[in-house]
């Protein structure tokens, strides 16, 4: 399954969820590979790849410079494989401008490795570029990120706007896998206001795990790692096992 981690909104935890949700479906023995899709390249730091030391990296591929195959390489300890990228990247959306179906150069890289894998995670970044059209194009289904508080709600229409687009136009298969609600705070009414809204409206396709605000989820990537190897036992850590586990129950993943 290829999924598109995206929220046009920015700083609602996409990345923060790539990563950890990587190691976390790889803890539990799947076949997991992470592309990083953002030029920012924190998912890549965030799973202990230098960005400022890449031999081939997700540009290369989309540019046909090399084959997806190159420019794969291991998380260490993460136990996922990882695709990743830094600044070149915008260089790409420039580089694709005009070339006639560009759309489709992921889902075209990745046909060659897809059997490899029981996921594929795509980290989006926080707008609706090129870049994020071949996510939706190249994938199964999106998992939308989010935070539960008033403006979510706005920028979560415009974003099913967008992928009624990208279904009528490239990828009738492309769903919404599920909605993730991140740096959740029962305590806060409006949390618990707006989390009853989504459930509301979208009904199973709200993940019933939910992430919490967490320090360790927050230190993690400054020592290149995620948080189940940072501090396995921290409620952001434990969380991420719980999607992990939800994930696998929805899809019934077993391991090869």
């Known amino acids: 399954m290829i999924l598109a981690i995206t929220n046009q909104k920015g700083g609602v935890g996409k990345t923060t969820t790539a990563v950890n949700l990587a190691a976390s479906l790889a803890a539990t023995k799947r076949r997991v590979m992470l592309i990083d899709l953002d030029p920012q390249g924190n998912a890549t730091m965030g799973s202990g790849v230098d960005k400022y030391a890449l031999e081939n990296s997700l540009y290369e591929v989309l540019v046909q410079r090399c084959a997806v195959e190159e420019a794969i390489v291991p998380a260490g300890e993460a136990g996922y494989d990882l695709i990743p990228s830094n600044g070149d990247l915008t260089a790409a959306e420039v580089e694709l401008i005009n070339v006639i179906g560009r759309e489709q150069r992921l889902r075209k890289a990745l046909a060659s490795v897809q059997?490899?894998?029981?996921?594929?995670?795509?980290?989006?970044?926080?707008?609706?570029?090129?870049?994020?059209?071949?996510?939706?194009?190249?994938?199964?289904?999106?998992?939308?990120?989010?935070?539960?508080?008033?403006?979510?709600?706005?920028?979560?229409?415009?974003?099913?706007?967008?992928?009624?687009?990208?279904?009528?136009?490239?990828?009738?298969?492309?769903?919404?896998?599920?909605?993730?609600?991140?740096?959740?705070?029962?305590?806060?009414?409006?949390?618990?206001?707006?989390?009853?809204?989504?459930?509301?409206?979208?009904?199973?396709?709200?993940?019933?795990?939910?992430?919490?605000?967490?320090?360790?989820?927050?230190?993690?990537?400054?020592?290149?790692?995620?948080?189940?190897?940072?501090?396995?036992?921290?409620?952001?850590?434990?969380?991420?096992?719980?999607?992990?586990?939800?994930?696998?129950?929805r899809h019934r993943v077993v391991t090869a």
């Open 115 to 249: 059997g490899r894998y029981d996921y594929i995670l795509i980290d989006c970044p926080p707008s609706l570029s090129m870049l994020t059209v071949n996510a939706m194009v190249a994938a199964d289904a999106v998992l939308i990120p989010m935070q539960c508080e008033y403006y979510a709600l706005e920028g979560l229409s415009a974003l099913m706007e967008t992928i009624d687009s990208i279904k009528d136009a490239y990828n009738p298969q492309l769903h919404i896998e599920g909605l993730l609600r991140t740096m959740y705070d029962p305590r806060n009414s409006l949390t618990e206001d707006v989390s009853a809204q989504l459930v509301s409206h979208f009904g199973t396709r709200v993940y019933d795990t939910v992430i919490p605000r967490n320090v360790r989820l927050a230190e993690a990537p400054s020592y290149g790692i995620p948080a189940l190897l940072y501090d396995r036992n921290s409620r952001g850590a434990m969380a991420y096992l719980a999607l992990a586990g939800e994930m696998n129950r």
